[in-house]
C-alpha cells in the first residue's frame, strides 16, 4: 500500500487544484471543472498550517550531485521524513548525466520535485510567453529523466521573484506559486542554535543543496523529531493548510509579522 505522501503526490496537477478550489469555496454548487477561484488565481502559498505538527524542508537549484548523495543519505536515515526539492532545469540534466536515476530515486522514496527555471534566469526580465516556455523545457527535461510523467504541484521564482509573468505561468501551467516562512542559510552551527528552535508548526524552510544547509539537515532532523515535528512534503502541507481553512487559527495572521504567511 502506498504511504499518504506517495497518494498525495499522485494527484495531477488538474485534480490538485481543483480540491484547491473546492476547498477555498466550500460549496457544493461549485462546478467540477473549476481549479482555483478567480481570487485565488495568482494566490502564494507562504506558510501551512499551525494545527498539526508538520513543516516543509525545501531545497533550491540542486547544482551540486555530491551534496544531493549526502542529502538522500540522510534522509535514508529517516524513513518517515519527506522533503521537496526545487533544481533547475540544467541541473536535472547535468546529475542525471552523473548519477543516472538519482531523480526516481528522490520520487520512489516519496519525496517531491518542484519547479525552479530552466537556469535560473529572473522571470520578471522575461515575457509570459518565455516564462511559460521556460516551464515546458524544464518539466520535459524532467519527464526524460524519469522516463515517466512527472506529477509537479508547485512553481518557485529564482530570486523569490513572483513577477506577474511567472504568476501567469503557475495559472496556465496549474501550478501553485511556494515561497518560503522562514530560511536555514549560514554556517550550521549559528542557524541550529538561534534559527532552528524557532521554527513553527506549518514553516516552510528555504534551504539549497550546499556544504553549510545539509550539515543544518542533518544536525536538525534530531531535534524536530523530539519535539514531535514531522518534516512533510509540500503537497501534505498544503493539504494540511486546505483542511484547516475553516479554523482561522490555523494560520499565522500577525500584521506586524515581515513573514507574509499562508495564502495571500
Same mark, same amino acid.
Given at each position: 500500500?502506498?504511504?499518504?505522501?506517495?497518494?498525495?503526490?499522485?494527484?495531477?496537477?488538474?485534480?490538485?487544484?481543483?480540491?484547491?478550489?473546492?476547498?477555498?469555496?466550500?460549496?457544493?454548487?461549485?462546478?467540477?471543472?473549476?481549479?482555483?477561484?478567480?481570487?485565488?488565481?495568482?494566490?502564494?502559498? #507562504?506558510?501551512?498550517?499551525?494545527?498539526?505538527?508538520?513543516?516543509?524542508?525545501?531545497?533550491?537549484?540542486?547544482?551540486?550531485?555530491?551534496?544531493?548523495?549526502?542529502?538522500?543519505?540522510?534522509?535514508?536515515? #529517516?524513513?518517515?521524513?519527506?522533503?521537496?526539492?526545487?533544481?533547475?532545469?540544467?541541473?536535472?540534466?547535468?546529475?542525471?548525466?552523473?548519477?543516472?536515476?538519482?531523480?526516481? !530515486?528522490?520520487?520512489?522514496?516519496?519525496?517531491?520535485?518542484?519547479?525552479?527555471?530552466?537556469?535560473?534566469?529572473?522571470?520578471?526580465?522575461?515575457?509570459?510567453?518565455?516564462?511559460?516556455?521556460?516551464?515546458?523545457?524544464?518539466?520535459?527535461?524532467?519527464?526524460?529523466?524519469?522516463?515517466?510523467?512527472?506529477?509537479?504541484?508547485?512553481?518557485?521564482?529564482?530570486?523569490?521573484?513572483?513577477?506577474?509573468?511567472?504568476?501567469?505561468?503557475?495559472?496556465?501551467?496549474?501550478?501553485?506559486?511556494?515561497?518560503?516562512?522562514?530560511?536555514?542559510?549560514?554556517?550550521?552551527?549559528?542557524? *541550529?542554535?538561534?534559527?532552528?528552535?524557532?521554527?513553527?508548526?506549518?514553516?516552510?524552510?528555504?534551504?539549497?543543496?550546499?556544504?553549510?544547509?545539509?550539515?543544518?539537515?542533518?544536525?536538525?532532523?534530531?531535534?524536530?523529531?523530539? !519535539?514531535?515535528?514531522?518534516?512533510?512534503?509540500?503537497?501534505?502541507?498544503?493539504?494540511?493548510?486546505?483542511?484547516?481553512?475553516?479554523?482561522?487559527?490555523?494560520?499565522?495572521?500577525?500584521?506586524?509579522?515581515?513573514?507574509?504567511?499562508? *495564502?495571500?
Amino acid at each position: 500500500m502506498r504511504s499518504y505522501n506517495q497518494a498525495m503526490n499522485s494527484i495531477s496537477r488538474r485534480d490538485f487544484l481543483k480540491l484547491g478550489g473546492l476547498t477555498l469555496l466550500s460549496t457544493a454548487l461549485l462546478p467540477y471543472e473549476a481549479t482555483v477561484p478567480p481570487d485565488r488565481e495568482h494566490a502564494v502559498f #507562504y506558510q501551512g498550517s499551525s494545527n498539526y505538527n508538520h513543516v516543509a524542508l525545501t531545497y533550491d537549484d540542486c547544482y551540486l550531485t555530491t551534496m544531493l548523495h549526502r542529502l538522500e543519505n540522510i534522509l535514508d536515515r #529517516y524513513p518517515r521524513v519527506r522533503v521537496t526539492l526545487f533544481p533547475v532545469g540544467e541541473a536535472i540534466i547535468n546529475n542525471q548525466v552523473k548519477d543516472p536515476g538519482i531523480w526516481k !530515486r528522490f520520487i520512489d522514496k516519496g519525496h517531491e520535485i518542484g519547479y525552479h527555471s530552466f537556469n535560473h534566469i529572473n522571470p520578471e526580465l522575461q515575457s509570459k510567453e518565455k516564462v511559460i516556455a521556460d516551464f515546458d523545457r524544464w518539466i520535459d527535461a524532467l519527464r526524460n529523466v524519469l522516463g515517466d510523467e512527472p506529477i509537479v504541484h508547485f512553481a518557485r521564482p529564482p530570486f523569490g521573484n513572483t513577477s506577474q509573468s511567472f504568476l501567469y505561468m503557475c495559472t496556465q501551467r496549474r501550478l501553485v506559486p511556494a515561497m518560503w516562512s522562514t530560511g536555514w542559510g549560514g554556517p550550521t552551527e549559528s542557524v *541550529i542554535t538561534y534559527t532552528v528552535p524557532k521554527i513553527r508548526r506549518g514553516d516552510i524552510v528555504l534551504l539549497h543543496t550546499r556544504q553549510d544547509d545539509i550539515d543544518t539537515t542533518l544536525d536538525a532532523l534530531p531535534e524536530l523529531a523530539e !519535539r514531535g515535528i514531522q518534516a512533510v512534503t509540500l503537497t501534505s502541507l498544503y493539504l494540511d493548510w486546505l483542511k484547516g481553512q475553516n479554523e482561522s487559527s490555523g494560520c499565522y495572521a500577525d500584521p506586524s509579522s515581515v513573514l507574509r504567511t499562508c *495564502i495571500e
